[in-house]
């Protein structure tokens, strides 16, 4: 049921403050400095000791496996490589022994995940799922895994799923880099108490959802977007140019901020709104010299800033803030405004935001 809202899609975007924390309930404990993953129990030497982490997925989901590679590879040490399944089920892929498989899919039946791995796991790779739909075919193909509790998801547009697959990888990334020793005590417990408060800064961005809106009133003519970030959040400017594409059927291109003189800086005029996710964490200064070259080329500039940011705040067009958070979470904030300003802007344009043209919740065909 939609309850007060008019869709489903933003009804399940205001649910995330809710969705995240029931993912992690009975997971995190984060006052005890505790983190468990019940469903990969028996799998947790061999996720220690994985040599290779291979993440298959598609489309959103593949968007939180590539924040998954960044966050496996800092805190577990661990090789990590992402990839479509479509692409990885027709070639001729090397599987090692030690080799762990996570396939990611909020419907458990996306038909090229499943086929990809059932080939995995022909090939003696271990396979975890992490799924939102309980019983669906990834699961049950799959060695062990974990739900991501979401609740069902009916808006074509993932939000609420993404969210808690994210917080699901964050759980098992903690839980192992803990195993394997490979994070600073320190930093372990500074980061599960921010993750433990993830929720409530859920909820900050979403009580000021009226700026995305506002600023989906003002670019709603655009032809064209481009969505620029670096680090964990380049796969963020990925799923937020994704929404925009799928929900009010804009062309948006997502890119790392530093591609961008590599073409698509071609593309910039006084028209081109360039949406930055320039929140301060390592590549801060890299991503405003990357703004200035925008603006240089009067290009305008949306910017998602850490809250009390100044030096973007007078740079860009406009900027929304975001609580701040340690640099590997905010991914579970930052794309908080882009499902917003992708809801309002096909919302604004007519379209058919629970269900847009051409496409289905789960891709069960090839
Ligand atoms: O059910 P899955 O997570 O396997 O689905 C994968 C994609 O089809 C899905 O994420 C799709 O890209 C969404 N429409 C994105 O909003």
């Not at 008019?6 to 997971?27: A, N």
């Not at 404990?29 to 000791?49: H, P, S, T």
């Not at 796969?235 to 901020?257: F, R, V």
């Amino acid at each position: 049921e939609k309850g007060n809202f008019e869709h489903y899609m933003l009804k399940e975007i205001f649910e995330q403050p809710t969705t995240i924390f029931d993912c992690m309930r009975g997971r995190l404990m984060a006052n005890k400095g505790l983190v468990k993953v019940g469903g990969i129990r028996e799998y947790v030497d061999q996720l220690a000791n994985a040599k290779r982490i291979i993440i298959i997925a598609c489309g959103t989901s593949l968007h939180a496996g590539m924040v998954a590679k960044y966050l496996f590879e800092e805190v577990c040490r661990v090789t990590v490589e992402v990839e479509y399944a479509s692409e990885f089920r027709y070639r001729n892929p090397v599987i090692r022994d030690g080799d762990v498989v996570i396939a990611i899919s909020q419907s458990g039946e996306t038909a090229d995940t499943l086929v990809a791995i059932e080939k995995a796991k022909e090939m003696g790779a271990i396979i975890l799922g992490i799924c939102n739909v309980v019983g669906s075919s990834i699961p049950r193909t799959s060695h062990a895994g974990a739900y991501t509790h979401a609740g069902a998801e009916i808006g074509v547009a993932s939000t609420k799923a993404f969210t808690a697959q994210l917080t699901v990888l964050y759980l098992i990334a903690l839980q192992i880099a803990k195993e394997k020793g490979t994070m600073e005590n320190e930093r372990f417990r500074r980061i599960l108490n921010e993750l433990d408060s993830i929720p409530k800064k859920v909820q900050k961005i979403l009580d000021n959802s009226y700026i995305a809106q506002s600023l989906a009133s003002l670019y709603l003519d655009a032809k064209s977007m481009i969505y620029l970030g670096r680090g964990y959040n380049f796969p963020i400017a990925l799923e937020g140019a994704l929404k925009m594409k799928e929900i009010s059927y804009i062309h948006a291109e997502g890119y790392p901020a530093a591609e961008m003189k590599h073409g698509p800086i071609a593309l910039i005029d006084d028209e081109m709104p360039v949406m930055f996710i320039a929140t301060k964490d390592a590549t801060y200064e890299k991503i405003v010299s990357n703004i200035q070259e925008v603006k240089a080329r009067k290009g305008k500039v949306i910017a998602i800033v850490t809250e009390g940011d100044d030096a973007v705040k007078n740079l860009a067009d406009h900027v929304i803030e975001i609580p701040e958070v340690d640099e590997i979470l905010t991914p579970l904030l930052s794309v908080i405004p882009l499902q917003l300003f992708a809801y309002y802007t096909g919302v604004l344009r007519g379209c058919n935001v629970d269900q847009p043209r051409n496409l289905a919740k789960s891709v069960t065909v090839e």
